[in-house]
């Protein structure tokens, strides 16, 4: 499997991605009403009132939690749509608190998110994500036949868990260069409170050092 962690370093374009997770835990969260919605609507409507091209990378189990959300999403020009296996457990065995994907489930859980993916965007893209970016040469070799491309980074954005919306605007303006990636978060919740009011002041503040947002398939894309 093809790795990409950024764009080409001679064109001041950067690539905002974010990633919606719902992981097992998540789920009961939003059963037993601990949390309203893993769906960051603001965030949303944010990215659309700035014209900001993106990139995002949809779990599976996210995808049928908000089956209408991710159809909008697939059929709104300015984004693109890619997956993040199905229910975001690691595939390195020592991934954050995020489990374990066994090496004989690898590729049938990237595929459950593809096949996912592929019933509600006519659009979909062929871009993956692994959770917490935890990826070995073995998970690489598994998921061969998934036919698609990893996209890493070169920028995490720090959203998660956040206390404020400054350090994520920080860290994001302070690491960017040439063919960036930065990786945000869209399910806020709990787990991402504070992303969507700290993309608005990172546009900006992009924007005006001359960069341009676009896709992942518009930062590899030779024009
Ligand atoms: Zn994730």
Redesign the pocket.
């Known amino acids: 499997m093809p790795v990409l962690d950024h764009g080409p370093r001679d064109r001041k374009q950067i690539a905002l991605t974010f990633?919606a997770?719902l992981t097992a835990l998540m789920r009961r969260r939003l059963v037993s009403g601990t949390v309203k919605s893993y769906y960051n609507k603001a965030l949303i409507d944010e990215l659309r009132a700035l014209h900001v091209p993106a990139t995002m990378f949809l779990t599976g189990m996210w995808m049928e939690q908000y089956p209408g959300i991710t159809r909008q999403l697939a059929n709104d020009p300015l984004f693109e749509l890619g997956t993040?296996t199905y229910d975001?457990r690691g595939f390195t065995k020592h991934c954050y608190t995020l489990g374990t994907v066994p090496r004989d489930q690898m590729l049938a859980d990237v595929r459950r998110a593809i096949t996912e993916l592929d019933q509600l965007d006519p659009h979909a893209t062929r871009w993956f994500r692994f959770?917490?970016g935890c990826y070995d040469a073995t998970a690489l070799h598994e998921l061969a036949p998934a036919g698609v491309t990893a996209v890493g980074l070169d920028v995490p954005g720090a959203d998660g868990f956040a206390k404020s919306p400054q350090p994520i605007i920080k860290q994001v303006l302070d690491h960017v260069q040439n063919g960036s990636i930065v990786v945000l978060h869209m399910h806020g919740g709990d787990n991402a409170p504070y992303t969507a009011q700290a993309v608005g002041p990172i546009v900006h503040g992009l924007r005006a050092r001359g960069y341009q947002l676009v896709t992942v398939t518009q930062l590899v894309s030779r024009r």
Do not use: I, Q, T
Request: a negative charge; proline letters at 17%; charged letters at 35%.
């Open positions: 990633d997770d993040h975001h959770p917490g």
